[in-house]
């Protein structure tokens, strides 16, 4: 049982290179979310999804987009990256919405140059 | 509208000395509280979360917080720190639905 992987766990990026961040859990989890992490800011919300097929956007949805074809795993695609999306990004999935436990992955450092 | 804040950004201790880390919500709602851990480099791990049911919430690694409705607190304790308590922690709010607010954080230092 491994939880909630990311890949990769490290990219370096050009400005306007596109690229995607894979996300998947093995717990039958429902409830699936995508997360940046900024120094001195917490964890924000990007995107997150209810089921397969279903995503919406989060607090700071702006440049990324998601997809989750299959219930397992949640991607998020940077289409032209900048470096203001330097970040950590961090997926985490849920059972259930209410009061649940959000489980992390180990994050995804990404370099924007 | 929710909020969190987390009133120390950074804390250091001794190791052996007690652990104080301090979180103040503000929720429309009765909130679900959650305390999270980070250690370097790695994924948030769940320390403990109150919902509803006893106030005072014990967690994991001699991790405890109690929930003050009247002082809209949830603050993070434990009685003897130890080296591998140093990490950063994160205090959360949630009301019930998919939405996590995070607040921004307390790094802690243990010193030998």
């Known amino acids: 049982n491994a939880g909630v992987t990311q890949t990769p766990k490290f990219r370096v990026l050009k400005t306007g290179q596109s690229m995607t961040l894979l996300c998947a859990q093995d717990?039958?989890?429902?409830?699936m979310y995508w997360y940046r992490q900024d120094p001195g800011m917490g964890l924000r919300l990007i995107h997150y999804?209810?089921?397969?097929?279903?995503?919406a956007k989060g607090e700071v949805p702006d440049g990324y987009n998601v997809s989750r074809l299959k219930k397992q795993n949640f991607l998020l695609g940077l289409e032209s990256a900048a470096p203001s999306q330097t970040s950590v990004y961090f997926c985490?999935?849920?059972?259930?919405?209410?009061?649940?436990?959000?489980?992390f992955g180990p994050g995804t450092r990404l370099l924007v140059l | 509208a929710q909020s969190v804040t987390q009133l120390d950004s950074h804390v250091s201790v001794s190791e052996g000395t007690p652990v104080l880390l301090r979180c103040n919500y503000s929720?429309?709602?009765?909130?679900?509280l959650f305390w999270y851990v980070q250690h370097p480099n790695k994924g948030l791990q769940l320390l403990l979360k109150?919902?509803?049911?006893?106030?005072l919430v014990k967690g994991i690694n001699g991790f405890e917080a109690e929930f003050k409705k009247s002082e809209t607190s949830f603050h993070l304790t434990k009685p003897s720190a130890h080296m591998s308590d140093a990490a950063e922690y994160f205090c959360?709010?949630?009301?019930?639905?998919?939405?996590?607010?995070f607040g921004t954080g307390t790094r802690l230092k243990v010193l030998a």
């Open positions: 985490a999935s849920s059972f259930r919405p209410l009061q649940e436990t959000q489980y």
């Open positions: 717990m039958n989890h429902e409830y």
């Open positions: 999804s209810v089921g397969e097929g279903t995503t």
């Open positions: 929720s429309s709602y009765s909130p679900s």
């Open positions: 109150y919902t509803s049911a006893a106030t």
């Open positions: 959360v709010v949630s009301e019930g639905t998919y939405k996590y607010i």
